[in-house]
Every structure is written in C-alpha cells, then in structure tokens.
C-alpha cells in the first residue's frame, strides 16, 4: 500500500501541494476539541475543490426524509450534523490579487499535523502571477483547555518585493451541507456587528432553533512588534469582517492573529453573544502564545494517559497515535448531550450522528483511556433517550415500556430511513445493554447501575421479549425480519448474533434486577420474569448441523460458497460494483457478525469453537465496514493466529491514513478508529478485565521490538510494556492490583513495576 501522506512517529506530513489530494488531505488533518472541529481547508481563498467544514458538536438540522416509497413508521427527518460558520478565513490580496493555491505556482508546501500538541501548521512559498513571490505559515487550533475557543496564527513575509497587502480575517456563515437533501440553506442570521475590534454572528439552525455564535477579534504585528492599521468594516447576509491594508517589506514578517470563540445554546441558555464577544476579547488578552500553551499542556495530559508506544513499526506507530488523536477531537466527554458520529468533525456522510458504533467500538477504547466518568458520559447519553426510545417501539407497535434506540440519532428520535435498518437492524439495542454490562465489569459502578442501567436494560430485555415469537416447528422462540450487523443480507430469520444477543440482554437484565432488587425492590413482575426466562431457555440458535459453526442465520447454507479471494479488483467493493440484489443473494458478509458475537461473549466459548467459526466465515467476509477487521483481529490474536492478526490490525490501523475504501476524501471513519486500539491491547496484549482483576496474555507482532500502552484500572494508571523477553508492569496508582498473566496469578503493590521474564 502507498503512502499518501510522510511517516513520522507523532507528525502527518505532506510536502507537496497535490489539488487532487486536497479532499483527502482535508479529513486527514482535521482538527478539533470534542465540542467542535474543521476540515484542513485553508485560511485563505481557494477555488480549487474542496469541502469547507466547520461543524459544532450537537448542532443539527431536521432534514426532511427523502425516500422513494414510505413506510408507516419511517422518521420524518434525518438528523443533519451542520456545516457551520467558516471561522478560519483570512481572504489576503497581494497588489490587488487575491492568494488562491488553485490559480498560482506553489512552489514549497509543507503540511503538518502534529497530534502531540494538537495544532496544525502549513508553510509554503509562492509566486503570483504579478510575479511576487511570499511565504505564509500558518498554525491552528481548536483549544481543548477551552473548548469554545479556536485560534490562528497566519503570517506572511514577501520575499522579493516590498508592496501592498490587503488582509480581509472574516466570518461566513453562508455556508451549505453538502448532504442537504433538498439542497435547502439551513442556516438563519439573527444578529451580527463587524467592528474594527471584535465582531460577531449570531445564527439559528432552521427548524431545530440551535443559536450558534461566533466570534473574533485579532491583532496584527512586524516583526514581533504590533501594528496599527485603519480598518474598514465589512457586513453582508451571514458574513462579517475587516478589511486593511499594510505596505509590507522584503524581509519583514507579518502576523495576524485570530481569536475565535464558537459558542451554542447546546452549552449556553442566554446570554451567546456578549459570552462569545468577551471570550474573543479576553482570548486576545491572553495572546496566542499562551492559549496554545495551555492547549498543548491539555493533549500532553490526554497522551499521559491514552498513548500507545510502538517500537520496530513507524507505520503503525503513526496510525495508532493518529487514531487515538482523532478520537479524543472527537470526543472528550465534557458534555453529556455530544456523542460519536462515525464521521466525527470531518464530513458530513453519516450525519454526524450516533450509531451503535458508539457502544460497541468506542466505549470499549475511552473506558480503559480515560477517567471513569468519560465513558459512563456516553451511557447516560443513551438514559437520557429512553423515552424517545420506548416511544420509538410504541410506534413500531411495541408496548409496556419496552424500549427500541434508534440506529441513527442525534435526540434520540430515529433518523434512519431504510427500512432494513431502521425496523430491521435491531441489533444495536444489543449493543447498548453490552456497553452498560462492559462498564460495569470495569468500573464495579453499582451507583449509575442503580440510578440509570438497570431502567435502560429492563427497557431493552421487554422490546426482545416482544419481538420474538413462539415457532410451532422448531419448538423455539426465534426472531424473525431483522438485518444483523452484516447489512449485505436483509430481512433474514434468525440471525445467529441477533438470537443471542437478544437472549443475553433478557438473562442480563434479570441478573441485575435480581441482585438490585435485594436492597432497592425489584422492577419487573414475576409473570415478567417467568416468560423472560422461559424465552431465554428456549431461544432458538442456529448452527450448523455436527459442527461448532454457529449459522449466520436461517438459510444462509442455501448460498453459493465462494470466497471473497475469487473476486476481482473490478468487483471490489462489491457495494460500490455490485446491484444490491446480487449483493443479498451472495454469501458475502460486509462485517463481522457471527464474529461480533463471539467477541463480545468470547467467554461462553472454548478456543477451539471460536477458531472453527473464524476459520469458516473469513474467507466470505469482504471486510466492507470499517468495524470488521478489528474484530477479526482480536479474535485471531485470541486463538494464537498471529500473522492473520496482524495482516487485519494493519487494516485497521491505516484505513483512513492509506485511504484502504477509497473515501477519505468524505471524512474519516472515526468511530472504527478505536478498533486498532482494541487491536493492540485486546488482540496482541490480550488485556481483559473480570471481577475487577487483570487478565494478561500477549504476544509481540513478529516485526515490533516492543510496544507499550496505559490503562485506567480502579481509577489508577498501569502501564504496560510487552517485549519479547520480558513484559515490564508499573501500577502507578495508590492501591495495589490483581493480574493474572498468561494464567499466572500476581499482585503488584501501589507505585510498584514488575518484570516478568519471558
Ligand atoms: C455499518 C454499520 C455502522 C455504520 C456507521 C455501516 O457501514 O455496516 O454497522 O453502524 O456503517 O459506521
């Protein structure tokens, strides 16, 4: 695979300006704060392609649904993460003409995301087609020690003249979604007020009424030394800026510096705009330099904790930091009403909204990254929505507070409009019982247990118990109807992982309110409990006959068997070279799905089971989810297939970064991103977590010399460094720890290492 972009352990770097890499380049080096994030477009001008993005976490637009032929139950709207206020423009003009890469000779370019420090910076010198030849560096960022604050460093040097320079630093809200599906504005100017010091727009979402302001002010000096420059006010619909001119000098450096602060009704009740225009003023006071300070010391304290050290493989070493990096842009957990879409900050595909990806791959990842209440963040997301949820199911024709969550949401309401998703998917309220149980096997959290995941879990086990019937043939209960997280075969029976998952939430949810129940009461009734726990004893469960197979679902041995190595590059991806039709009848399956199961519950199952199943269905997995290869990896790692392991982490690991699906020009796939992680400390390390005590088992890929990587445990940091002769163990907490390591019991007291010879 060609690297798109240079290898450098903390650093993405791009040495040369390529117009047809611009689209990638811009989700490559995104960046944001959790709360709000920008595609890599440039400050200045640019007519060549591009998609401008600003996008402000939990701000979105009620697009009408578009669909051929509606069903009774569709969603009126799909949820539209909202492409906001450019706030990075700085128009500049050099003797009348306006600096735009697309029309003029680049002759140095230099981009550089730097994920320790969080900024992006961009150099490069050029010649217009006056003949002057400038150099501008750039560096930005989105604060995340203030996470309404974003701030620019733009400077220019003309290199053989000296001559007039017009600066225009502005704000635009007149911008569009690219996804709109009615090509509609979505935006509505309130208020605004260009002043020569700070300036502001204030503007609310259509429909959905979202305040978003923004903000900025900004200084301009030579050479280190202030400037004073007239300025003249610039106003038009949704657009504010300022415009002066400067004769600039051979030689001399020139720095305007942008304050901006974006500030939502999401966070503020009243009050936006004079919180947005003193923040711009006082972000000015605090000057640049020290805002970035405080920004890089708040992603040092985030690496302290969440950093993975590989040595012997720069690529992977690269792509596991550029993960991590664009995981916590993305979320932070400061804000209980920001989820994860699988886009994040930059695109727009998706909809930047929550998916079961969310539960299932990145909890996992921020659960063992960050303090506790980062992941419990995301699950009382989901509590909140337990009403839309039930309501949900009562539209479907569900009763009695049994509870279906959205596949695609944003409130909480659905917003997915396909039916062999939206009515069929069913899988992902699976997913959300398992996070709450995977948290709690973490964390002993018995409190949010008690307050919020029980009611959450009761909710799910009665939509289950609805939704199965009773078959007279196979003396079972089975599920009928349902899309499992394979989404190439649509309203199958019984899916293998859907039967399960449905029965394991049902057996969950009567465990934790039996052990509740004790001391708080019990939630359920005993003729609840008695159907519940008939279902789960008569739940049907496909498999293949005399074998440890379990069957992908009803009628799944009907297909033709051939493997995903017999198709041809002109086949693949067969979602974007295939009819749909060819797609369902094939036995090609787009993602782990058997698998996920066995991942989730890989403790219900001997080694030899799960190494049969992975045996059978690899082959005729395509792997056309960004969710898959994780999956199999861990699993390959968990039955000692190394190689294969490996060949699946690198999948994973580079996906956006070698650009695997041909689409990285669309955003990147965030919420798949956490999969390599899990790769390296689930997979390779064979980290797990029971009964509050470490389970240890790793490997070293055959080219790594070593890799290393924290985990919170208890609320306390241990630091793990697996190499091949030794394993190196540092509980840096106050309170000593049970592991287990490849079957060795061993404690390690507070602020203590241990070496293990291998
Ligand atoms: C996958 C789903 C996933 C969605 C968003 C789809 O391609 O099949 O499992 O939830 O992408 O990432």
């Not at 012997?312 to 664009?326: E, M, T, Y």
């Amino acid at each position: 695979m060609q690297n798109i972009f240079d290898i450098d352990e903390w650093k993405i770097i791009e040495t040369n300006f390529d117009p047809k890499k611009q689209l990638a380049a811009e989700s490559i080096f995104s960046i944001g704060n959790g709360a709000f994030g920008q595609r890599a477009n440039f400050e200045e001008s640019y007519t060549g392609e591009s998609l401008q993005g600003s996008y402000v976490g939990g701000v979105y637009y009620p697009d009408k649904t578009r669909v051929g032929w509606w069903k009774n139950g569709y969603p009126e709207y799909f949820a539209k993460v909202l492409n906001s206020c450019n706030w990075i423009g700085i128009d500049i003009e050099v003797d009348s003409e306006k600096l735009d890469l697309a029309t003029i000779q680049v002759k140095h370019f230099y981009r550089e995301l730097d994920m320790r420090n969080g900024t992006l910076t961009r150099k490069f010198t050029c010649e217009l087609k006056n003949g002057k030849i400038i150099q501008i560096k750039s560096t930005r960022f989105c604060s995340m020690n203030d996470d309404e604050i974003g701030a620019i460093s733009y400077s220019i040097k003309p290199i053989n003249f000296s001559g007039n320079v017009t600066f225009i630093p502005y704000l635009d809200f007149n911008v569009r979604n690219s996804d709109s599906n009615y090509n509609e504005f979505f935006w509505k100017e309130t208020n605004k007020k260009s002043s020569t010091s700070e300036s502001f727009i204030s503007a609310v979402t259509k429909k959905s009424d979202f305040n978003v302001v923004v903000a900025f002010n900004y200084t301009i000096s030579k050479d280190g030394e202030p400037l004073n420059v007239n300025s003249t006010k610039l106003e038009n619909k949704l657009y504010v800026a300022n415009k002066f001119e400067v004769l600039i000098e051979q030689g001399s450096e020139y720095i305007l510096e942008k304050y901006v602060t974006v500030i939502s009704s999401l966070n503020h009740e009243k009050d936006l705009e004079s919180i947005a225009v003193n923040k711009a003023i006082q972000s000015k006071k605090n000057t640049f330099h020290k805002l970035l300070n405080n920004h890089i010391k708040s992603w040092h304290s985030i690496w302290d904790n969440a950093d993975v050290k590989i040595e012997g493989d720069l690529k992977s070493q690269q792509a596991i930091r550029f993960n991590i990096f664009q995981l916590y842009q993305t979320y932070t957990g400061n804000n209980a009403k920001l989820n994860i879409g699988p886009k994040g900050f930059t695109g727009e595909k998706y909809g930047g909204a929550t998916y079961w990806d969310t539960e299932a791959f990145c909890l996992p990842f921020f659960l063992k990254t960050s303090p506790k209440k980062v992941a419990k963040q995301l699950l009382i997301y989901r509590y909140n929505h337990l009403k839309k949820a039930i309501l949900n199911a009562e539209k479907l024709g569900f009763h009695s507070g049994a509870a279906l969550y959205p596949m695609v949401t944003m409130n909480g309401e659905e917003c997915h409009n396909e039916w062999e998703i939206t009515f069929e998917e069913i899988h992902r309220n699976g997913a959300i019982a398992f996070a709450i149980f995977n948290y709690i096997r973490h964390t002993n959290d018995k409190d949010y247990l008690l307050k919020y995941g029980r009611k959450v879990l009761i909710a799910i086990a009665r939509f289950w118990v609805q939704r199965v019937n009773w078959s007279n043939k196979k003396n079972k209960y089975v599920i009928l109807g349902v899309t499992g997280p394979n989404e190439y075969e649509n309203n199958v029976n019984n899916n293998w992982y859907t039967n399960y998952v449905a029965r394991w939430c049902i057996l969950y949810a009567l465990k934790t309110d039996n052990e509740l129940g004790k001391n708080h009461g019990s939630l359920i009734s005993k003729e609840e409990e008695s159907k519940w726990q008939d279902i789960s004893e008569k739940m049907y469960l496909p498999k293949i006959n005399n074998s440890n197979i379990f069957l992908q679902n009803d009628g799944f041995l009907d297909k033709e068997f051939v493997k995903a190595e017999q198709l041809s590059n002109n086949d693949r991806p067969i979602n974007q070279n295939w009819s749909w039709d060819k797609i369902l009848r094939s036995v090609f399956i787009k993602q782990a799905d058997v698998l996920q199961g066995l991942y989730f519950f890989e403790e219900h199952f001997d080694i030899q089971t799960i190494k049969e199943n992975i045996e059978f269905y690899e082959p005729y997995t395509v792997h056309e989810s960004s969710l898959s290869a994780c999956i199999h990896s861990i699993l390959y790692s968990l039955v000692k297939e190394e190689e294969q392991a490996y060949k699946m982490f690198l999948q994973t690991v580079r996906l956006d970064l070698d650009d695997y699906n041909k689409e990285v020009d669309e955003g990147l796939h965030i919420t798949s991103m956490p999969g390599s992680w899990l790769s390296i400390v689930e997979g390779f390390a064979g980290l797990r977590i029971r009964n509050n005590k470490l389970f240890l088992n790793p490997t070293l890929p055959n080219k790594w010399k070593s890799y290393s990587f924290n985990i919170i445990f208890n609320d306390q940091i241990v630091n793990f460094d697996i190499r091949n002769d030794k394993i190196l163990i540092y509980n840096k907490g106050g309170n000593s720890i049970d592991l287990s390591i490849n079957g060795r019991d061993i404690q390690i007291l507070e602020n203590n290492k241990i070496k293990i010879e291998c």
